[in-house]
């Protein structure tokens, strides 16, 4: 189903005695929503607003909104905190920055017990390779270089996905109604510096000539945060802290894609520098 179908929604809610949820579904790639605007805030925006009104409508105990850091923009130097403005700097940030004021738009009105997550990067197993870090290990472990955008020397915080995960049921028991949680780590690299990982990792060499071979760049994205530092105390308070080093969780998520890389469809697409996509041409619905 798709959370942009009324009638769906609201029959699952009505057959499946739903109690919570937990938000996930959106259109995620930066990049794209560069090109399909009107798709990432046709799913992001009006999908949510179909989700949290049958949730609202079926007296649902939970609705976790899952949202991302990247609503924040970018920044220098300031740490952002749950009350830092929301400055989006690209559509897909736009559309989770807007979608995050329906939701709590649901608690300021009815009460409705919404909680919304903003979480840094996430990596490991299982990621569909158009993201950086599965897409520089597929390159990599084709013989192909990593292609970089501008200087790649944005930085990026990267969380591995377990302990996303047990900072989502940390936030199901523990996450106070109409609250928002930073979901974040203090481990940050440019991604000049994790593809120089990577290529140590996969080509085995620490040479910087060799290193520079391995890598491509390409032009920018029309924006490109520098960071997206944030503060999460507050997931602190609840008993929740990221725990899997860098090196473990690189080392088990560059395994997987040696062994799974061509079970996805099209996925020598999400290798290409810019996305290779067909037109947004339908939109049903509204």
Request: proline share 6%; net charge negative.
């Amino acid at each position: 189903g798709d959370i942009c179908e009324p009638d769906f929604i609201k029959q699952l809610f009505e057959t499946e005695k739903i109690d919570i949820v937990l938000h996930f579904a959106a259109q995620t790639h930066v990049d794209l929503s560069f090109w399909h605007a009107l798709e990432f805030t046709y799913v992001n925006v009006y999908g949510t607003n179909v989700l949290v009104a049958a949730a609202h409508e079926a007296n649902v105990e939970k609705f976790i909104y899952v949202s991302t850091d990247e609503v924040y923009g970018g920044s220098t130097d300031e740490e952002f905190d749950e009350s830092s403005p929301k400055r989006p700097t690209n559509p897909y940030a736009s559309s989770k920055a807007a979608a995050e004021c329906f939701v709590q738009s649901y608690w300021e009105r009815y009460q409705f017990p919404v909680v919304i997550t903003r979480s840094s990067n996430v990596y490991g197993p299982h990621q569909y390779p158009e993201k950086v870090i599965p897409k520089f290990i597929s390159l990599l472990q084709q013989n192909r270089k990593c292609c970089i955008h501008g200087t790649g020397l944005q930085r990026r915080n990267f969380l591995y996905a377990t302990d996303v995960v047990e900072a989502f049921l940390t936030v199901l028991k523990e996450g106070k109604p109409g609250e928002i949680y930073n979901i974040g780590t203090s481990f940050e690299m440019s991604i000049v510096q994790l593809a120089k990982e990577l290529i140590h990792l996969i080509k085995k060499t620490s040479s910087e000539s060799e290193m520079e071979h391995w890598m491509d760049y390409v032009r920018d994205r029309p924006t490109n945060d520098l960071r997206y530092p944030m503060n999460s105390e507050k997931m602190h308070n609840l008993g929740w802290r990221p725990k899997v080093p860098w090196k473990e969780g690189i080392k088990k998520t560059i395994e997987w894609y040696k062994e799974n890389f061509h079970n996805w469809k099209n996925s020598d697409k999400a290798l290409e520098p810019f996305p290779v996509t067909e037109p947004f041409a339908q939109l049903s619905g509204p």
